[in-house]
């Protein structure tokens, strides 16, 4: 008898043990790594129509790499960190630089790289990428 109690017991746990059939929500790093294309450009929160973009690619790996063509080619390590809003570029490097994330989802991606010169004063690009 006891061994029907205990064989029972385990059948209402296992039914009542509620099966989660949602998928995980993907984590920042997961959402980021693929290459992303320039849908549109500001400089200084102005649109920037006079170049083409249509060649640039930004390419987030899940080894937290990264390859940007803008025509150039750049190649390095990538971090984010402060909940995603702050994405570190070759952390600890002389050219380490630091990207405001304004947006990010599996459909859009929204960076502002902010650059000093002595000549032109303080310049913000915000780019509106996408898959």
């Known amino acids: 008898m006891k061994n029907i109690a205990f064989i029972l017991a385990l059948f209402a ?10 998928p995980a929500e993907p984590t920042p790093e997961e959402l980021i790594s693929r290459t ?10 102005q649109n920037e129509d006079a170049a083409d973009y249509s060649n640039f690619q930004f390419t987030f790996n899940a080894n937290q790499t990264y390859r940007f063509l803008n025509p150039d080619e750049q190649q390095g390590s990538w971090q984010l960190i402060a909940n ?3 994405l570190i ?17 599996e459909t859009e991606l929204t960076l502002e790289f902010t650059e000093e010169s002595d000549k032109l004063g303080t310049t913000r690009t915000r780019f509106s ?3």
């Open 13 to 22: 746990l296992a039914a009542c043990k509620e099966e989660s059939t949602d």
């Open 36 to 45: 992303w294309r320039v849908q549109s450009v500001q400089v200084n929160g």
């Open 84 to 86: 995603a809003t702050l």
């Open 89 to 105: 570029l070759d952390q600890g490097a002389e050219e380490e630089q630091q990207v405001a994330v304004f947006g990010l989802s």
């Open 129 to 131: 990428l996408t898959p």
